[in-house]
T-cell receptor
């Protein structure tokens, strides 16, 4: 599986935008970029995913670089509930397995 | 409410005493999977199932068994638990193995 690199931790203030970066320089053409987050004492939660174009949903936006070697998860207005570990994961378009290989992720702290 | 449930949520046991952790989903998902989460190692896949009666090994299957007799249930069986299986376990499910994965709340297992 191609590897992703994320900062260990980031800090934000409540109601401000947050940009969480992810580098994936060895991404292949069929790898989707997935983001999950894990709130304290809970299981991982799907946030968003994309292939080439930028994506938006009710939780966040995903901006993908033109060369696809990096991406950024954007939380438009951070809330205290967004404090979590955010994982950037590459997932091949495969017919079986659907393994999600989680790294260490980015611990996001949101200050009131 | 669409959800993945796991039982028990917490379990302390002794080496060699067989145990089963249950997992159930109410979303009619074909794909189900078990992960374990350990500090510094992230989440690692133990076993997965693409459909009823179809199971396969993930990255760390040693010491575990699974079965998929019904679509909604995917129990994880530890025939002879050992202390190195002390971990936080998550069950997940998704539609056809490619989409968003829904995770259960986790089972914290301690083997003495």
């Amino acid at each position: 599986d191609a590897k992703t690199t994320q900062p260990n931790s980031m800090e934000s203030n409540e109601e401000e935008p947050v940009h969480l970066p992810c580098n994936h320089s060895t991404i292949s053409g069929t790898d989707y970029i997935h983001w999950y987050r894990q709130l304290p004492s809970q299981g991982p939660e799907y946030v968003i995913h994309g292939l080439t174009s930028n994506v938006n949903n009710r939780m966040a936006s995903l901006a993908i670089a033109e060369d696809r070697k990096s991406s950024t998860l954007i939380l438009h207005r951070a809330t205290l509930r967004d404090a979590a570990v955010y994982y950037c994961i590459l997932r091949a378009f495969e017919t079986s397995g659907s393994r999600l290989t989680f790294g260490e992720g980015t611990q996001l702290t949101v200050n009131p | 409410e669409a959800q993945v449930t796991q039982n028990p949520r917490y379990l302390i046991t002794v080496t060699g005493k067989k145990l089963t952790v249950t997992c159930s989903q109410n979303m009619n998902h074909e794909y189900m999977s078990w992960y374990r989460q350990d500090p510094g190692l992230g989440l690692r896949q133990i076993y997965y199932s693409m459909n009823v009666e179809v199971t396969d090994k993930g990255d760390v299957p040693e010491g575990y068994k699974v079965s998929r007799k019904e679509k909604r249930n995917f129990p994880l069986i530890l025939e002879s638990p050992s202390p190195n299986q002390t971990s936080l376990y998550f069950c997940a499910s998704s539609f056809q193995g490619r989409g968003e994965q829904f995770f259960g709340p986790g089972t914290r297992l301690t083997v003495l």
